[in-house]
Structures are given as structure tokens and as C-alpha cells.
């Protein structure tokens, strides 16, 4: 058996063996990239479906209301839903809470995932998807160390890879870095072994060069499923979806930053998690106005390891 070989076999061994619960982790930092981060391209990863593609000013998610039924399958115990779940949120004025799809709350709540924090606090918390780098993040991390304000980045394999200098500094300024998978692909779309490499094999790297685990993962284009799941809080991740989020990912519709300011400040509410993608030149120039006005409105940036406490 060959080497390559004998290490898919341990890490499937170790795999099945790890307990549930955010933040318990095998350490892999012994084993060998088997081809994943180290061997990856930005260039490769697609990005060309999110979740919020036809979300635009003033619009609802196209999913959320669907019925409960969608969410409920009935199956032998102890196999679980592959059925393909598309996150989605219905904004409310007036600072409301938004409605999450029904049924997708539970299902969360079931396997330990997050969409929102405390809505008894005014406590709003910061996260930054970053797939891939459009010169931006280095403003928004001065940003948020200026306002003393702690965010989650959500990195995947080539980000990993290509700007290692801004992960240490999100880590070293004390944020979260939370797993995008390495390649970003549809979660419910690819089986259980490559699922658990995606991930873990992001992790194993970034363990390797800062000795520390991720704790939360965000799934690729907020498409997820019970198995994913499943899976996912076996390994010890707490899957974090948003309660708002806009269409702030195309690199060619600049709106500017009072743009940015308007649509997240009016939508803010009590246990937000903000879903900001860091390739908008919009966010990043906007942040510090973002910041200063949900502070203005009594908001604190809560840090999302405090959520549950």
C-alpha cells in the first residue's frame, strides 16, 4: 500500500473517531497536505453562485418562506438528509429580527450550528468571507484594530496559501479564522470523504502554521444539508451561517461606502451576524462608519466565541 494510501486511511480512522461539540479536534498536524492546500489555486476555486445572487436593494432571499416541509425527511435512523438546503433570510424594518426559512432554525439547534446571537443584547458580530483577496482586507483589519473590534474571516485553501502575512495578522490580532473549505465547493454535492478533507485539510495547514484549530465553518454558497451537518459537528465545527447579508460580492458594482453604511446599518438587530464580504471596496471603506454608527445606535461588536455563554 502505498504511502498516500496509508495516510487517507489514518485520517478516515481518526475521523470516525472524533467526538461531536464545537472545537474538539484530532490533531493532524503530522500528516501531509495529500495534495490539498499547498496544491491549490485561487484561480481554480469557483465563486460564480452565492447564496445571495438575487438579493438586491430592498429584496427578500428568494428562498426563505419556504415550507417546513422541506427542511423534514424522513429516514432509517441513523442516515441522514442529503436533500440540498439553501440558506436564506426575510429581512424586517424597524431593526426586527429576520425570519430564517422555516424550519432551518431547528435544524441548526439539532447539530450546533449559528445564524444568530442573543436577541435580548445589543451585541452585533463582525464576519468576512474571503475566498479570495482584492487588496482590501489589510484596510479592514486596520479598521477593526482602530475600533478596538474583533471579526471572524472565513479563508479558504489558495487564501491559506497565497497570503499567509494576513492570516497571521488576523491571528495575531486576535480574530477568528474560520474554514471556507480549501476548493469551495457545494457541501451536499460531494461525498463524505472529500467532504471531511476539505475541511480538515484546511484545518491540518493552518494548524501547522499558527498551532491552533478553527473552530467555526461557513459552507460554501450557504448551501448545506443535514448530512453535511452532521458531519461537520462531528469533526467539531460549529456551522455559521448570518442574519444579514447583501450583494457586496461583485468586484464591478462599486456603490460606495455610504451605500454600504445605509444597507447594513438600517438592517441591524439584536444578536446580528453580519456576513461581509471582504473583496468590496464598499465594506472595507465603509467599516469604520458601519462601526461608529451601531455604536451610535447602542450596538456593541460582539466576539461570537461569547454566543451561548
Not at 110 to 116: A, E, N
Not at 221 to 233: D, N, P, V
Request: proline share 3%.
Amino acid at each position: 500500500m502505498s504511502l498516500k494510501k496509508i495516510m487517507v486511511c489514518f485520517i478516515v480512522l481518526c475521523l470516525l473517531t472524533v467526538s461531536s461539540g464545537c472545537g474538539k479536534k484530532t490533531d493532524y498536524s503530522s500528516l501531509s497536505d495529500l495534495g490539498g492546500v499547498y496544491q491549490s489555486s485561487s484561480k481554480d476555486l469557483d465563486f460564480s453562485v452565492e447564496v445571495t445572487g438575487s438579493l438586491s436593494e430592498g429584496a427578500e432571499y428568494a428562498s426563505a418562506g419556504r415550507p417546513q416541509e422541506e427542511y423534514v425527511e424522513t429516514l432509517a435512523e441513523g442516515q441522514f438528509s442529503n436533500k440540498v438546503l439553501r440558506w436564506g433570510i426575510a429581512r424586517k424594518s424597524e431593526h426586527q429580527t429576520p425570519d430564517a426559512d422555516p424550519g432551518a432554525p431547528q435544524l441548526l439547534e439539532k447539530y450546533g450550528g449559528l445564524y444568530i446571537g442573543d436577541t435580548s443584547k445589543k451585541e452585533i458580530y463582525l464576519t468576512f468571507d474571503e475566498g479570495y483577496e482584492n487588496g482590501y482586507t489589510s484596510k479592514i483589519l486596520d479598521v477593526l484594530r482602530d475600533n478596538n473590534a474583533k471579526g471572524v474571516f472565513f479563508i479558504t485553501g489558495p487564501y491559506l496559501k497565497e497570503h499567509e502575512d494576513l492570516v497571521r495578522r488576523m491571528v495575531e490580532e486576535g480574530h477568528e479564522v474560520g474554514n471556507h473549505t480549501i476548493h469551495h465547493p457545494s457541501l451536499p454535492e460531494i461525498g463524505d470523504k472529500e467532504l471531511e478533507e476539505e475541511i480538515v485539510g484546511l484545518d491540518r495547514v493552518f494548524f501547522e502554521k499558527f498551532g491552533t484549530h478553527m473552530k467555526y465553518l461557513r459552507p460554501p454558497k450557504g448551501e448545506y444539508s443535514e448530512r453535511t451537518l452532521a458531519i461537520t459537528q462531528k469533526l467539531g465545527y460549529c456551522n455559521m451561517f448570518w442574519s444579514f447579508a447583501y450583494d457586496d460580492w461583485y468586484r464591478d458594482k462599486v456603490r460606495g461606502p455610504q451605500y454600504a453604511y445605509n444597507i447594513v446599518t438600517r438592517n441591524l438587530h439584536n444578536g446580528a451576524i453580519l456576513l461581509l464580504h471582504a473583496v468590496s471596496k464598499d465594506n472595507a471603506d465603509g467599516l469604520q462608519m458601519i462601526i461608529q454608527g451601531a455604536r451610535e445606535q447602542g450596538y456593541e461588536i460582539g466576539n461570537v466565541n461569547s454566543i451561548g455563554k
